[in-house]
């Protein structure tokens, strides 16, 4: 998917349309939740410009976990929102948005998270997408991580959203 160019190079309608039929074919092909996540985060990580890590939050119970990150870096930074109730993907999944930041240094949406997130583990970036599961008691998220400023734009962001759509899809069929 995405293989005949770089990550931050602009994509031909064609290279789109195809590295996304790609990734609903890799999706569609897994049968348990643990390789569909584990497929998810890869996905993103090769379809996203600026993704330099990877995980998905899942809310069960009112509790919130960090599914199948490319790295520690992910569960680290997402213990800190978890801690704090507050953060791009606490946010993205109660408040059914997406949020993306440039510098967690100086946004005040979240001033005692991106302090941490920057001293803590060095987190500028971030992206978060809810992951909409119709009809189920779970709610998940898709995150992505950079230790760059300003790391994601808005084709990250549109480029996210579609990951992000076919995630939930293969979530949802995984569990069905």
């Known amino acids: 998917m995405f293989t005949d160019q770089h990550p931050l190079d602009p994509l031909s309608p064609h290279?789109?349309?195809?590295?996304?039929?790609e990734l609903a074919r890799e999706l569609a092909g897994h049968t348990s939740e643990?390789?569909?996540?584990?497929?998810?985060?890869?996905?993103a990580l090769r379809?996203?410009?600026?993704?330099?890590?990877?995980?998905l939050t899942v809310l069960r119970a009112g509790k919130f976990t960090t599914v199948a990150p490319s790295s520690d870096l992910p569960r680290r930074v997402d213990a800190?929102?978890?801690q704090l109730s507050s953060g791009p993907c606490v946010d993205a999944i109660l408040q059914q948005t997406i949020f993306r930041t440039g510098d967690?240094?100086?946004?005040?949406?979240?001033?005692?998270?991106?302090?941490?997130?920057?001293?803590?583990?060095?987190?500028?970036?971030?992206?978060?997408?809810?992951?909409?599961l119709e009809g189920e008691d779970t709610i998940g998220g898709l995150n992505l991580y950079s230790t760059q400023r300003e790391a994601f734009d808005e084709s990250a962001e549109l480029t996210g959203g579609i990951v992000a759509t076919h995630a939930?899809?293969?979530m949802a069929g995984v569990r069905h």
């Open 15 to 21: 290279a789109l349309a195809t590295g996304f039929a």
């Open 34 to 43: 643990g390789d569909a996540h584990a497929a998810i985060v890869r996905a």
């Open 47 to 55: 379809a996203v410009p600026g993704a330099e890590d990877a995980g």
């Open 80 to 82: 800190i929102q978890y």
């Open 104 to 132: 967690l240094s100086r946004d005040a949406r979240w001033p005692e998270f991106g302090r941490r997130a920057v001293a803590e583990e060095g987190v500028y970036s971030m992206l978060g997408f809810r992951l909409y």
């Open 168 to 170: 939930a899809i293969a």
